[in-house]
């Protein structure tokens, strides 16, 4: 069974965009253009790929089983484009990074500078999600490379940043117990504001440690709200340091008695590890985090 690849980036388009709509706006052809092709992918594998109706298109069972070999068949594709440019001497194309929020503020701006410095003809494009959201996107090969946290399930190849350090934010008028540190003591009958894509993760152990219940919790849309509700006396809150670097409020930042810390990490896309743009921009990756973290940089 023999096919063009186009059919498979409307597929994978259709996917990401949910309905033919979005899809036709972003490959930039026409509606019926991306029916007609995925009718003719349809037809081609022998089922159906799509349930369609009015709020958009939903993957069918076969559709979620072929998925990840079509994503694999393009990622292959765009290795081949990418190593042929490099054995021209040329460094043209794509990367697509994922990052959650304190990264897209920190590290992200000087990472992206320094890339297109060298190869100011590759086009970067950034993604912001969840640390789950972002590691299975790499895992799929819809991002090149994204920054998560341990622990990592998903098949990537994966690269420890640094352990960051997790503190309490309270209001500026509360003062822990021994005057410098949160204990158990401090923490009883407070409520706490997180982002609820945290609370599966590092900021969940904590809390755990410190006997926190989920009927306690509040949840926000970022880190800045975050800091926003604790200024206003609604409770506290729990933030990583590099969170806490370009955010700033009317609040006390307290360690814990017990240092609690989230292991940062930087993964990227088996299949597309070894591609030419792929390993420069890990290279440039680890070369300005080396420079900030020095010797605390787990990825020597």
Not at 110 to 120: N, V
Not at 126 to 148: K, M
Not at 157 to 179: A, M, S, Y
Request: net charge negative; proline share 5%.
């Amino acid at each position: 069974m023999a096919t063009s690849s186009f059919p498979y980036l409307v597929f994978a388009t259709v996917v990401e965009k949910h309905t033919f709509l979005a899809a036709a706006e972003a490959l930039r052809i026409t509606p019926s253009a991306v029916s007609h092709s995925i009718s003719q992918l349809e037809d081609q594998l022998g089922f159906p790929l799509f349930i369609r109706s009015r709020t958009g298109a939903t993957l069918t069972i076969d559709g979620q089983s072929v998925y990840p070999i079509i994503q694999d068949i393009l990622n292959s594709e765009l290795r081949l484009r990418q190593e042929a440019a490099n054995i021209n001497g040329l460094t043209q194309g794509n990367i697509n990074i994922g990052a959650f929020s304190s990264v897209l503020l920190n590290w992200l701006p000087a990472i992206i500078r320094e890339f297109h410095a060298s190869y100011p003809d590759v086009n970067v494009s950034v993604y912001q999600g969840s640390f789950n959201d972002i590691a299975e996107r790499v895992r799929l090969g819809t991002l090149d490379v994204g920054f998560s946290a341990l622990p990592i399930t998903e098949n990537v190849q994966l690269h420890p940043l640094i352990k960051d350090e997790v503190f309490c934010i309270t209001p500026r008028d509360f003062t822990p117990k021994n005057g410098h540190v949160i204990t158990n003591a401090d923490v009883a009958n407070h409520t706490f504001i997180l982002q609820q894509s945290d609370y599966d993760r590092d900021t969940k152990l904590t809390l755990d440690r410190y006997d926190v219940t989920p009927n306690s919790l509040y949840y926000s849309i970022d880190d800045a709200s975050i800091i926003s509700m604790v200024e206003a006396g609604l409770g506290f809150g729990v933030l990583p340091n590099l969170a806490l670097k370009r955010i700033t409020g009317n609040v006390n930042i307290y360690p814990f008695d017990e240092p609690h810390y989230r292991t940062l990490c930087v993964v990227a896309n088996n299949s597309l590890a070894t591609a030419p743009t792929t390993t420069r921009m890990l290279s440039v990756i680890r070369q300005n985090l080396s420079k900030q973290y020095g010797k605390q940089l787990l990825w020597q």
